[in-house]
Each structure stands twice: as structure tokens, then as C-alpha cells.
């Protein structure tokens, strides 16, 4: 095998001719990179408002949101709706303020500081929406029991 004519095609090759410019590159990433905060405060200020403005009728297991307490009846699957619906509305409002501030710094980092700014604020968003999660099942669980019914001790107290 001769190495010389391998040597001779590898003279004129060019990597950077492959490779797409850096700018346009970083453009990308910056761009995937507000998507990827952004999206979840939206989907969930989107599903709040559906869930308080227009929630499924009657407890299904297809949409809507569900838990085991609130599925028993109408009265606790509509309590669960419609709390749903304003905490994630109310949370989604705060979280997409909060995150199009964040975004909107994302122009002057640095690549490296700008994902691990995003990998912070996912982490961020998950937390709350796993807290939040967490409120409305106890509230509802609180509130209703296995069957739907208003647990004794609170129709007593607030009637």
C-alpha cells in the first residue's frame, strides 16, 4: 500500500467544510435551550386553565386531572378540577414570568453557563410541580374520602 497517494488526497481535505459554522451552532443551542425552560411553565399554565375553565364533566381515566380520592365522585372529582386548575395556573403565571426573566439573560452567557443555568431551572420546575402534586392530592385526600364523600369532620366544621 502506498502511503503517498493517501498523504496526497489528505493534503487538500478541509474539516472546517463539514463542520457547521459556531455562531449558528451556539444560535441553536441557545434557542433549544429557552424551549426547553419555557415549555413547562406554559404546559402548565395552559392545563391550570383548562382544568378551572373547562374540566371533564365526570371522572374519567383519560383526561383530566386524577387521584384516587378524587375519582370517587362528582362533587370531588369538580373540588379536584378545579383546585388543580388554580394551582397550576397560578403556578404556571409565576413560573413562566420567572423563567422569560431568565431567558432573557441567556443572549451574554457563555454556551457551558447558559445549559447549566437551563439544567438548574428544569430542576427548578420539577420540584415545584412535583410540590404542587403533592398539595393537591393531600388537600383533596383531606377533604374526601376513598368513596367521595365529604369526610365527616370537615362537613361538621363548615356547615
Same mark, same amino acid.
Given at each position: 500500500?502506498?502511503?503517498?497517494?493517501?498523504?496526497?488526497?489528505?493534503?487538500?481535505?478541509?474539516?472546517?467544510?463539514?463542520?457547521?459554522?459556531?455562531? *449558528?451552532?451556539?444560535?441553536?443551542? !441557545?434557542?433549544?435551550?429557552?424551549?426547553?425552560?419555557l415549555s413547562g411553565p406554559l404546559l402548565?399554565?395552559?392545563?391550570g386553565l383548562w382544568y378551572f375553565l373547562?374540566?371533564?364533566?365526570?371522572?374519567?381515566?383519560?383526561?383530566?386531572?386524577?387521584?384516587?380520592?378524587?375519582?370517587? *365522585?362528582?362533587?370531588?372529582?369538580?373540588?379536584?378540577?378545579?383546585?388543580?386548575?388554580?394551582?397550576?395556573?397560578?403556578?404556571g403565571l409565576i413560573l413562566s414570568i420567572?423563567?422569560?426573566?431568565?431567558?432573557?439573560?441567556?443572549?451574554?452567557?457563555?454556551?457551558?453557563?447558559?445549559?447549566?443555568?437551563?439544567?438548574?431551572?428544569?430542576?427548578? !420546575?420539577?420540584?415545584?410541580?412535583?410540590?404542587?402534586?403533592?398539595?393537591?392530592?393531600?388537600?383533596?385526600?383531606?377533604?374526601?374520602?376513598?368513596?367521595?364523600?365529604?369526610?365527616?369532620?370537615?362537613?361538621? !366544621?363548615?356547615?
Amino acid at each position: 500500500m502506498d502511503f503517498d497517494v493517501i498523504k496526497q488526497l489528505l493534503t487538500d481535505f478541509d474539516l472546517a467544510n463539514f463542520l457547521p459554522a459556531l455562531d *449558528s451552532v451556539i444560535g441553536w443551542i !441557545e434557542l433549544v435551550t429557552r424551549i426547553a425552560v419555557l415549555s413547562g411553565p406554559l404546559l402548565m399554565l395552559g392545563l391550570g386553565l383548562w382544568y378551572f375553565l373547562a374540566p371533564p364533566k365526570e371522572a374519567n381515566h383519560s383526561i383530566g386531572y386524577r387521584c384516587y380520592f378524587g375519582m370517587g *365522585s362528582i362533587e370531588a372529582w369538580q373540588f379536584t378540577q378545579r383546585l388543580a386548575g388554580i394551582v397550576w395556573s397560578g403556578l404556571g403565571l409565576i413560573l413562566s414570568i420567572v423563567m422569560a426573566i431568565i431567558c432573557n439573560g441567556y443572549r451574554g452567557m457563555d454556551t457551558m453557563d447558559m445549559l447549566y443555568n437551563a439544567v438548574i431551572c428544569l430542576l427548578w !420546575e420539577a420540584g415545584l410541580t412535583l410540590l404542587s402534586i403533592l398539595a393537591i392530592n393531600i388537600t383533596v385526600m383531606i377533604r374526601y374520602d376513598g368513596r367521595g364523600y365529604l369526610r365527616h369532620w370537615w362537613d361538621k !366544621e363548615n356547615s
